[in-house]
């Protein structure tokens, strides 16, 4: 050793990237799972049954429409587990639901 520190910033990013797998820490692989969703005719009711869902603590969050589901706007509901019923409670009177589709979708991250 020549008694001067190791300059570890030197090394570049694919001796870095390469490290990095080497160590384990590669993200694990997403998977697939059943989500149900609800699809709207018009982006006022996909904005309606956000606020009515937020106001009565029904959990679940507007995503963009999957490419599977055909409606005629861009937005979707994803239903919480456990809340399809208060959800269509919900809806009676106060916005309208165009569809409930079954769609297999990567994980949604962040709040429910």
Request: aromatic residues 4%.
């Amino acid at each position: 050793m020549s008694g001067q520190p190791e300059n570890t910033t030197a090394r570049n990013s694919s001796e870095a990237a390469s490290a990095d797998v080497a160590a384990g820490s590669r993200r694990p692989r997403r998977r697939k799972t059943l989500h149900q969703v609800a699809s709207f005719p018009t982006t006022a009711d996909a904005m309606a049954a956000e606020s009515v869902c937020r106001a009565r603590g029904i959990a679940g969050r507007i995503i963009p429409l999957p490419g599977t589901i055909r409606a005629d706007c861009g937005l979707a509901w994803i239903i919480a587990p456990g809340t399809l019923q208060a959800f269509t409670a919900a809806s009676e009177g106060n916005f309208t639901i165009a569809g409930l589709h079954e769609v297999m979708m990567y994980e949604v991250r962040g709040k429910e």
